[in-house]
């Protein structure tokens, strides 16, 4: 990029937000700040819930617990500048704070993609190699699939991020979104990026069908493991041990369906801030309740930091003197 490209795209950039001209910002402010709040307390409770209770050691809440800190950097990436915005008159963003706020959401979410279906790898072991579930979910092997979650996120990053910001920006600098979410970006540069754009919808369809495949794979044959079985409450298990995940995954997937993959007719401005508000605000915060919720062991540990915290309370006060 030459120096007189540099100096236009140096120039800040203008956050319209979820709404344009909200009639009541603070109301608004108001329900995402609760939303953030709820989220970010649930995703850090349910990690440290799986990091402090021995019962929740193993593979399968260790992929959970990643998952929780992958939704907490997540929903701190977009909610905190959307809320400033919501309360300041000034709503810009450097161009560099643009270019970060596209390389972590693009790595975030391409992470959630692989560790979603990694997730669902694990319940297939889990349903249909028991025996083998120690050797074949090690340490080691849960380790890489972190790994390798968090390094195929970044390639998108890497990928993707250059390329959008490399492109000029001369006419209006008002991104139409709340964040800066590359399509929105595109629509303000001054050049034809029609090309680009269908090599990112390739990239994109390509990064969504390797975890779908390994999803799809690994819960037909949870299902044809489940058929098999003549036991009702051994049906009953395997139901509860993938019931938090797919309601997840629909929830995720839905969403990242309708962004990367529906054709550009079906896209509005209006639409596409709703649908990018739905996941990047709602889905971290349903992540976690989903999962203490719907299952057993999550909630039996919560309750009992819970009755430890009242126990101890309790204790304190009958030790305190009683004044007359």
């Keep these: 990029m030459n120096m007189a490209a540099f100096h236009q795209n140096s120039t800040d950039f203008i956050l319209l937000g979820l709404i344009t001209h909200p009639t009541f910002p603070g109301l608004i402010f108001a329900v995402v ?28 809440y260790f992929l ?31 161009f560099l704070g643009c270019a970060v706020q ?10 959630e993609f692989f560790l979603l279906g990694l997730m669902a790898y694990d319940r297939y072991v889990a349903v249909c190699n028991p025996l083998r579930y120690p050797l074949l979910m090690n340490r080691r092997i849960c380790l890489f699939m972190v790994v390798g979650s968090w ?10 991020t250059p390329f959008t910001m490399s492109f000029p920006y001369c006419g209006s600098r008002k991104i139409n ?11 303000l540069s001054c050049v034809d990026t029609s090309l680009y754009e269908t090599l990112m919808y390739a990239c994109c369809v390509l990064m969504l069908l390797i975890p779908i495949s390994v999803i799809s794979v690994s819960y037909t044959r949870i299902l044809l ?15 509860a041990t993938c019931s938090s ?25 209006e639409k596409d801030k709703i649908v990018s508000a739905f996941y990047t605000i709602l889905t971290p ?3 976690p309740l989903i999962y203490s919720l719907r299952n057993k062991d999550v909630a039996t540990a919560l309750r009992g930091v819970m009755g430890r915290h009242t126990s101890s309370q309790k204790i304190r006060a009958e030790d305190v003197p009683k004044k007359y």
Aim: glycine share 6%; hydrophobic share 50%.
């Design 33 to 60: 700040f609760s939303i953030f709040l709820v989220a970010v307390t649930a995703n850090v409770v349910m990690t440290l819930l799986i990091h402090t209770d021995s019962r929740l050691h193993t593979p399968m």
């Design 64 to 94: 959970l617990s990643q998952l929780s800190i992958m939704d907490t950097i997540y929903i701190c990436i977009t909610v905190p500048k959307m809320l400033q915005d919501l309360l300041s008159k000034e709503k810009t963003i450097s």
């Design 102 to 111: 596209i390389f972590l959401y693009l790595t975030l979410i391409g992470g």
């Design 151 to 160: 390094i195929g996120g970044s390639l998108d990053g890497f990928m993707l």
């Design 177 to 187: 979104h709340f964040f800066c979410e590359i399509p929105a970006v595109l629509k």
């Design 225 to 239: 493991t489940v058929h098999r079985m003549n036991s009702a409450e051994g049906r009953r298990k395997a139901f």
């Design 245 to 269: 995940h797919i309601m997840v995954v629909i929830i995720f997937y839905g969403a990242a369906f309708y962004t990367n993959v529906l054709p550009h007719s079906y896209h509005t401005p």
């Design 285 to 287: 915060m349903l992540n």
